[in-house]
C-alpha cells in the first residue's frame, strides 16, 4: 500500500489501531520485537590499522616491497632502509590527510529524533523515538521533529520544514485529508511527515507506517552505505603502470639471464646484476612524490575555500567534465527574496520602491507577518516567505521593529491551508485602526470590493480583477511565487470582508550573482553544468534559463517521469537533458550513472541529506561547508567552505593543473628510469662492464629526480588552462605524446650516459693509438682506476642531464624561450641544489669514497655540463614536431566531421 494514495482510515485500518486509544504497550512491544528498533543498521568503522594498511594496497607499492627483499637479498641494506623509509612516508601521508573517517551514518543517527511524543493506551506519552513501532499514533507540534515516517491523520495548520529530504528550505503546508491521484515525488507528499523533518508550524496527528532503514532517510542510509569507493582515474592509471613495470622488471631480467647464457658468463653473477637492474627499472621515489604533490595541491586547495577529504579527488577535479548542481543555497541564494512589485498599476523592480510614494504597500506586507530581524545578533527567525517581506522593507530603510511601535498590533487572525489568508489589526496613538489581510491573490482579491488605484480608492471591476489575475500569470511565468495585500481602515473585529486591494509581490530564491559566470565559464571549459533540484519544473527551469543553464523547456524533466524510464532508457535520453527537478535521493544517482554511463567524470555538489549518496555515487563529492549537512560532508570528497558555485570553477582550474602536473612529473621520473634502463642494459648486453653501481642509480632515482620531480609537481596553471576542454576517461597518462615523449629522452638520456661512460677508456685507445673495438674497451676498463673515472663520467651525465631534462619537461607544449622560468621558484632550487649535490659527490672525500667516484677538473666539468643540455635542445625540436603532429590530427578530425 501507497499510504500517500489512500485516506487516513485506510491506513489506521491496514495497521490495525485506533487513533483515540493508540498501541496498547503490550502490541507495541510486540511490533518492536517482529520489525526491530526504530533504529538505524551499525556500519563498521575502518581503524586506523585498517586505513594504513589500504594506502599500502597499491601495484607500486607492491613493487617497492619487492625491491626491498631483493636489496636485502642483495646486501643493500642503506637501499632497503631508503626504499621502506618511502614505502611509509606515502602511507601516513594518506592516512593523515585521509583521517577523518566515513561519517554519513552517524550523522544519519543525529539527525533522528530522540524522543516522540505518542498515544499509547489511551493516553499521551513521551518516550524515546527508537521504541516506535508501526502503528504507534504520533503527535506533532511546532518545534518537534518528526520521529518516524506518518501518514498524517489530522493537520490543523501544520507546516514541515522538509529541506533535509527535498533540499527546499520553505516549509510545505501539510493536509492530511490529500489524496495523491497517481504516483506523486516526496516533495509533493503533503498528506506525509517524514523522519528528521521539522514541524515550523502548527500541530497535527500521525500514525507510523516506516521505522528505521525503512523509512527514506533509512532508505538513504542503506544507499550510502551500499555505494563502493571507486578509484579515481589517477588512482587507475598508476596502478596499470605499476603493473607495466612490474612486468618490465620480470622482462629486464629474463633478457639479461638470456645474455649471459649467450655471452657464457656466471650465471649467479649476471642473475645478481638483472635483478638489480630490474630494482633500478622501478622510481622508488614516484609514489612518495605524487602524494607529496597531491598534498601541497590540498594546501593550495584551501586558498581557494576548498577542504579535500580523500587525496586523490584533487586530480580527479581536473578530468570533470560534468557538475551536477543542487539549485538551492549552491546556484542560488537560498534566501526567498522579492524581485518584483505591483503597486500603482505597473510591475516594477523592488528597487524601485520608496516608503514616500509606496507607504501603504510597504507597512502593509512588513506588518503582516509573524517573522522577526535581530539585527544586533544577526538572527532571522521565522518563515523564509515572510523574512522575504521583511528584508524588501529593510531595502528601503523600514524595520518591523520600528513599525509595531508606531502600528502595534492588536488583533489577528492567523493563516490556515484552507483561508490562504492571514490577516492583522493595528491601532496608531492616535487611535486609527488599520487591518492587514495577505495571501494566495485569488482568494484575497473574492473579498475586496474596492482597490487603490494611485492614493484614489474607488469600487473594484471585474477589469481589475482580470489585470491583476494576468499580473500574476506573467509573474509565476517567471516562476515568482507571488502573494497579494489588502487592507481594510476601522475595523478592529479582523473580518476578511470589504477589503481594498492594494498589490502583489513576487519573491524567489534568486541565483548567486557569480553563478552566470562560473557556468558560462564551464562553458568555455568544456564543462557541462547540470541542475538538479526538489522545487518545481517552471521554478527550476526559470532559474536555469537566467544563469544559463537551460534554454528551453524540453531540457527538463522531473521526478515523475524519471519513474517512468529504466536506468538505461536514462542512459539514452540524458545527453539532452540540463535540469532535473522535484527528485528523489534515488533519482539523483540514477542521474549521476547515467552521465557516467557516456564516459563523463561526474561532479556532484549538494548540501542536504538526500544528496549524500549521489555525493558517493559520483566521481568525486563535493558538499557545503556552511549550510551543508554532517551527512553530506561525511559522504563527499571534498567541502566548499565558502557554499558557492563559482570556487567549483577554481577547484577544477586546480584539478586540471595538478594532474598535468602529475603527469609531467610521472614521465619524467620514468625517462630518467629508462635512460638508467639503456644505460645499463646496453653496456652489458654489449659484454662491458657496468657503467653505474647500485648507490648511483638509487641516488638518482631518489635525490637527483625526486627534487625537481616535486618542482615539477608544484609548478603553476597556464593562463589558458580553463579554455581547454578535460582529457577524456580513457586518456592515459603516455597519451597525447607522453609516450613519445617518455621514450625519446629515455633513449637520448642512455645514448648520453653510455657516451659519457666510454669517453675515457675511448681517449686512452686513441692516446696509445690502439683500434677501437668492445673487447679493447672492456680490457680498458679492466683497470680499477681507469673504471672509476668512466662510472664517474656516466654518472655526472646522468644526474645533471636529468636536472636539465627535468626544465624541459616543466611544460612539453611550450617553448622554453617562451616560459617565465621564475614563475617556479622551486625547480631553481631544485636545479641549483641538485647541481650541489652532485658535485659534492665527486668532490667531497668522504663522498667519493662512498660513492666510488673519481675527482673530477673544471674543465672536465664544463665539457659534461654542456653535454648533459642537450635534453633542453632536442626538447624545442619535439615540441615543434608534437605540435605539427597534433594540428594535423585535429584537422583530419575535423574533416571526419564535415
Keep these: 500500500m501507497n499510504p500517500e494514495k489512500v485516506s487516513a482510515e485506510a491506513v489506521l485500518a491496514e495497521q490495525n489501531v485506533d487513533r483515540t486509544v493508540g498501541l496498547s504497550s503490550a502490541e507495541a512491544a510486540k511490533r518492536l520485537a517482529e520489525n526491530g528498533r526504530n533504529e538505524f543498521d551499525e556500519q563498521k568503522k575502518k581503524t586506523l590499522i585498517a586505513s594504513f594498511f589500504s594506502q599500502m594496497n597499491d601495484p607500486m607499492i607492491y613493487i617497492l616491497l619487492a625491491a626491498t627483499i631483493v636489496s636485502v637479498i642483495l646486501g643493500e641494506y642503506t637501499d632497503a632502509v631508503i626504499i621502506i623509509a618511502i614505502v611509509l612516508l606515502n602511507a601516513v601521508i594518506g592516512v593523515v590527510q585521509e583521517s577523518k573517517a566515513e561519517k554519513s551514518l552517524e550523522a544519519l543517527k543525529k539527525l533522528s529524533s530522540p524522543f516522540a511524543l505518542v498515544r499509547r493506551d489511551g493516553g499521551p506519552v513521551e518516550l524515546p523515538a527508537a521504541e516506535l513501532a508501526c502503528g504507534d499514533i504520533v503527535l506533532l507540534e511546532a518545534g518537534r521533529i518528526v520521529p518516524a515516517d506518518l501518514r498524517l491523520i489530522e493537520t490543523v495548520n501544520l507546516k514541515i520544514e522538509e529541506s533535509a529530504l527535498t533540499g527546499e528550505s520553505v516549509p510545505v503546508d501539510k493536509d492530511a485529508a490529500f489524496v495523491a491521484d497517481g504516483d506523486i515525488t516526496i516533495g509533493d507528499r503533503i498528506n506525509m511527515a517524514y523522519l528528521s523533518t521539522g514541524v515550523s508550524y502548527g500541530r497535527g496527528e500521525g500514525v507510523v507506517i516506516a521505522t528505521g532503514m525503512e523509512t527514506e532517510m533509512g532508505r538513504i542510509a542503506r544507499m550510502i552505505s551500499e555505494e563502493k569507493d571507486e578509484l579515481t582515474p589517477l588512482q587507475k592509471k598508476l596502478a596499470g603502470l605499476g603493473k607495466v613495470l612490474g612486468i618490465l622488471a620480470l622482462g629486464i631480467c629474463a633478457a639479461l639471464f638470456l645474455v649471459a647464457i649467450l655471452q657464457g658468463r656466471d650465471m649467479f653473477e649476471m642473475l645478481l646484476t638483472a635483478i638489480s637492474l630490474a630494482v633500478a627499472a622501478i622510481p622508488e621515489g614516484l609514489p612518495a612524490v605524487v602524494t607529496i604533490v597531491l598534498a601541497l595541491g590540498v594546501q593550495r586547495m584551501v586558498k581557494v575555500h576548498t577542504i579535500v577529504r580523500k587525496l586523490p579527488a584533487v586530480e580527479t577535479l581536473g578530468s570533470v567534465s560534468v557538475v551536477c548542481s543542487d539549485k538551492t543555497g549552491t546556484l542560488t541564494q537560498n534566501k526567498m527574496s522579492v524581485t518584483k512589485v505591483w503597486t500603482g498599476g505597473e510591475i516594477r523592480a523592488v528597487?524601485?520602491?520608496?516608503?514616500?510614494?509606496?507607504?501603504?504597500?510597504?507597512?502593509?506586507?512588513?506588518?503582516?507577518?509573524?517573522?522577526?530581524?535581530?539585527?544586533?545578533?544577526?538572527?532571522?527567525?521565522?518563515?523564509?516567505?515572510?523574512?522575504?517581506?521583511?528584508?524588501?522593507g529593510g531595502s528601503i530603510g523600514v524595520s518591523k521593529e520600528t513599525l509595531d511601535g508606531v502600528l502595534p498590533r492588536v488583533a489577528e487572525q492567523s493563516f490556515d491551508s484552507e483561508r490562504k489568508m492571514m490577516t492583522t489589526v493595528h491601532r496608531r496613538d492616535d487611535g486609527e485602526i488599520i487591518a492587514f489581510t495577505k495571501g494566495a491573490t485569488d482568494n484575497v482579491i473574492e473579498h475586496c470590493v474596492s482597490i487603490y488605484d494611485g492614493d484614489t480608492e474607488r469600487p473594484i471591476t471585474d477589469a481589475d480583477k482580470e489585470r491583476i489575475l494576468q499580473t500574476v500569470s506573467a509573474m509565476a511565468e517567471d516562476a515568482l511565487r507571488v502573494l497579494a495585500l489588502a487592507c481594510k481602515r476601522g475595523d478592529e473585529s479582523a473580518a476578511e470582508e470589504g477589503l481594498t486591494f492594494v498589490g502583489l509581490v513576487g519573491m524567489i530564491d534568486p541565483p548567486r550573482p557569480e553563478a552566470a559566470g562560473a557556468v558560462a565559464e564551464f562553458k568555455e571549459a568544456s564543462v557541462t553544468t547540470i541542475m538538479i533540484t526538489g522545487d518545481h519544473k517552471d521554478t527550476a527551469f526559470a532559474i536555469a534559463k537566467e544563469i544559463g543553464i537551460a534554454e528551453h523547456k524540453e531540457q527538463v524533466i522531473s521526478g515523475v517521469e524519471l519513474d517512468k524510464l529504466t536506468q538505461e532508457e536514462l542512459n539514452a535520453v540524458v545527453p539532452s537533458l540540463r535540469v532535473f527537478a522535484r527528485v528523489s535521493p534515488q533519482h539523483k544517482v540514477m542521474i549521476v550513472k547515467a552521465f557516467k554511463s557516456h564516459g563523463h567524470i561526474v561532479s556532484m555538489t549538494g548540501d542536504g541529506v538526500n544528496d549524500a549518496p549521489s555525493l558517493k555515487a559520483a566521481d568525486i563529492g563535493v558538499a557545503m561547508g556552511i549550510t551543508g549537512t554532517d551527512v553530506s560532508k561525511g559522504a563527499a570528497d571534498m567541502?566548499?567552505?565558502?557554499?558557492?558555485?563559482?570556487?567549483?570553477?577554481?577547484?577544477?582550474?586546480?584539478?586540471?593543473?595538478?594532474?598535468?602536473?602529475?603527469?609531467e612529473t610521472v614521465l619524467f621520473l620514468l625517462s630518467s628510469n629508462l635512460g638508467e634502463i639503456i644505460t645499463m642494459f646496453g653496456a652489458i648486453a654489449a659484454g662491458l662492464l657496468a657503467p653505474l653501481r647500485a648507490i648511483h642509480i638509487l641516488w638518482i632515482n631518489l635525490i637527483t629526480d625526486s627534487l625537481p620531480a616535486l618542482a615539477l609537481g608544484v609548478d603553476e596553471a597556464e593562463d589558458d588552462i580553463m579554455k581547454r576542454p578535460p582529457r577524456g576517461a580513457k586518456e592515459g597518462l603516455f597519451s597525447d605524446g607522453g609516450a613519445a615523449a617518455t621514450g625519446i629522452f629515455g633513449v637520448l638520456i642512455g645514448f648520453m650516459t653510455l657516451a659519457a661512460f666510454l669517453y675515457e677508456p675511448v681517449q686512452i685507445l686513441i692516446s696509445r693509438g690502439q683500434h677501437i673495438s668492445i673487447s679493447s674497451i672492456d680490457a680498458i676498463l679492466g683497470s680499477e682506476a681507469v673504471l672509476v673515472r668512466a662510472q664517474t663520467f656516466a654518472f655526472t651525465t646522468l644526474g645533471v642531464s636529468q636536472l636539465f631534462n627535468a626544465i624541459g619537461f616543466k611544460k612539453l607544449d611550450r617553448s622554453l624561450f617562451k616560459t617565465n622560468h621564475l614563475r617556479n621558484k622551486m625547480m631553481i632550487a631544485a636545479f641549483v641544489f641538485g647541481f650541489a649535490l652532485q658535485i659534492a659527490v665527486t668532490e667531497v672525500p668522504f663522498l667519493t669514497e662512498v660513492f666510488s667516484t673519481a675527482s673530477l677538473s673544471l674543465n672536465e666539468w664544463l665539457v659534461l655540463t654542456i653535454w648533459a643540455t642537450l635534453p633542453l635542445w632536442v626538447h624545442e625540436i619535439f615540441r615543434i614536431a608534437h605540435a605539427r603532429i597534433r594540428a594535423r590530427r585535429s584537422i583530419q578530425r575535423k574533416e571526419v566531421i564535415g
Design 351 to 392: 528597487s524601485d520602491l520608496s516608503y514616500e510614494n509606496d507607504k501603504l504597500f510597504v507597512d502593509g506586507f512588513v506588518l503582516c507577518t509573524d517573522a522577526e530581524i535581530d539585527t544586533a545578533r544577526e538572527v532571522a527567525i521565522g518563515d523564509p516567505t515572510e523574512l522575504a517581506l521583511l528584508y524588501m
Design 639 to 663: 567541502i566548499l567552505t565558502d557554499d558557492n558555485f563559482a570556487t567549483i570553477k577554481l577547484a577544477i582550474r586546480e584539478g586540471r593543473n595538478i594532474y598535468g602536473n602529475i603527469r
